[in-house]
């Protein structure tokens, strides 16, 4: 019979699970960015007794979808190009 597993054995077969602190200094925002995202729905939470926890890959996906898009389709607004300076 197999037992449960070390603590180690069971998060290697599991995604990482991170705080509103830990995902805001992953994304370099602030932790209330982090709650008004996963508030809207934006950003997939779940919560654990009164804690918000999220998954890494829930972070990660919700990061990539977060591409700039008009940098993507080759735009760039007059804020920060640098290129063409506003007269």
């Known amino acids: 019979m197999k037992g449960r597993g070390t603590m180690d054995?069971?998060?290697?077969?599991?995604?990482?699970?991170?705080?509103?602190?830990?995902?805001?200094d992953l994304l370099r925002v602030h932790p209330?960015?982090?709650?008004?995202?996963?508030r809207a729905g934006m950003l997939i939470s779940y919560t654990?007794?009164?804690?918000?926890?999220?998954?890494?890959s829930d972070v990660w996906a919700f990061f990539e979808n977060?591409?700039?898009?008009?940098?993507?389709?080759?735009?760039?607004?007059?804020y920060g190009n640098s290129s063409h300076p506003k007269t």
């Open 48 to 56: 654990v007794g009164s804690r918000r926890l999220f998954k890494e």
């Open 9 to 24: 054995d069971i998060l290697t077969h599991h995604q990482r699970i991170l705080t509103i602190q830990e995902v805001a």
């Open 66 to 78: 977060q591409a700039d898009r008009e940098y993507v389709f080759g735009k760039e607004n007059d």
């Open 32 to 38: 209330s960015t982090i709650s008004r995202y996963a």
